[in-house]
């Protein structure tokens, strides 16, 4: 059995479908653009940096490919990952984008792997090509009839015996809760429509965003009726010397921004308990956002499982059913965040995630 079995420990790495040609993409970037498409031709942009980073054992896979999907839903089960928590996209009124991979596991039945749903609530931007500004699908909110397709879409999911439960309500994540309008009259909608449909609620996530540990964007997740939140930051060592260097470093050498990695669970948690952890192998978004990304420097898996150990030690304290272990990411290879085999390390980041686990159960 595995140790976070035996400690309740869930990790749920979130999961990217931009790994298969849409007309979107097609449109927007050219024919066939995925997300090995920047992560393939990125290239150092300063000494000691590390790109291109390619994938190892399952290579540059297609997501329509059904065995593409098994190989990533055993090797999750293999290291111990729960969840896959899907990147899902409604920008109003019906509209989606890079669905398929998750209609597919939902029609077919498998993978086994368990997985829950997280709303990227946010317009389709040029990120993509390190151009955020350009917008090209505006996120809408239309308010009680659209929340009310918005549930009956994704209620098929919800009844599925692979979905992510807590307490046996469907876990359900929010990637920018600050921009949702209404946001009582969309949690308590859900909530009603949930148990109409033969459900106990839903367990409703929302996400902290603080990237650099600076300020979180929003911190209202328990009065806006959210069952639990999510605290992410990127695993950076956050000085004034490096913030001044940086300064120094983008004017005049027009080097990204850069941090060293950081291990230290307690100083990146800032003693925020009532967040769920969320850990990073690695950031680097370069092979997007070029000269303007933000790269952490450093990583390695031996530091990756230090920062699991801690991580996951802190959600101890919690009911065992909510014992979530977030992980960003299982496949997010344009941002350097991935769990996946690569060519540097191998299964490093998959086994410093399992390792991690046990150690933070063994401590228990």
Not at 48 to 56: E, I, T, V, Y
Not at 68 to 74: K, L, N
Not at 312 to 326: I, K, V
Not at 337 to 363: K, T
Request: proline content about 7%; charged content about 20%; hydrophobic content about 40%.
């Amino acid at each position: 059995m595995a140790a976070g079995a035996v400690s309740g420990i869930r990790p749920v790495a979130f999961y990217l479908p931009q790994f298969h040609p849409t007309p979107e993409n097609d449109r927007f970037w050219g024919a066939g653009f995925t997300e090995w498409t920047n992560t393939a031709r990125a290239r150092a942009l300063f000494p000691g940096h590390r790109q291109p980073h390619l994938p190892a054992d399952l290579g540059f896979y297609d997501l329509r490919s059904p065995q593409a999907r098994a190989a990533q839903s055993d090797l999750a089960q293999q290291y111990g990952v729960t969840a896959f928590a899907y990147w899902h996209y409604w920008f109003g009124g019906g509209r989606r984008i890079l669905e398929r991979p998750f209609a597919e596991v939902l029609a077919s039945g498998v993978p086994s792997v368990q997985f829950c749903l997280a709303w990227a609530n946010q317009s389709w931007t040029g990120v993509w090509h390190g151009d955020p500004g350009r917008v090209l699908i505006q996120q809408t909110y239309g308010g009680p009839q659209d929340y009310r397709a918005h549930f009956e879409s994704v209620l098929p999911a919800f009844r599925d015996e692979r979905y992510l439960r807590v307490d046996g309500k469907p876990v359900f994540y929010i990637f920018r809760p600050e921009e949702l309008p209404h946001r009582h009259l969309f949690i308590d909608l859900w909530q009603q429509l949930a148990v109409q449909n033969g459900l106990p609620g839903l367990y409703l996530v929302a996400e902290v965003s603080d990237l650099l540990g600076r300020h979180p964007v929003y911190s209202d997740f328990a009065a806006d009726g959210f069952d639990a939140a999510v605290h992410m930051r990127v695993p950076a060592q956050v000085t004034k010397a490096a913030e001044q260097r940086n300064r120094w470093a983008r004017k005049v050498l027009r080097w990204p921004e850069t941090y060293a990695y950081s291990a230290d669970w307690a100083y990146l948690s800032a003693g925020r308990d009532d967040l769920m952890p969320c850990v990073y192998p690695n950031w680097d978004n370069t092979p997007r956002s070029g000269r303007d990304g933000l790269v952490i420097t450093g990583s390695r898996p031996d530091m990756f499982r230090r920062l699991v150990a801690g991580a996951a030690a802190s959600t101890l304290p919690r009911p065992a059913q909510e014992r979530l272990l977030w992980v960003k990411s299982w496949n997010e290879w344009a941002e350097g965040n991935y769990l996946e085999p690569d060519l540097e390390f191998g299964h490093g980041w998959l086994e410093a995630l399992r390792d991690g686990v046990a150690d933070a159960s063994g401590s228990a």
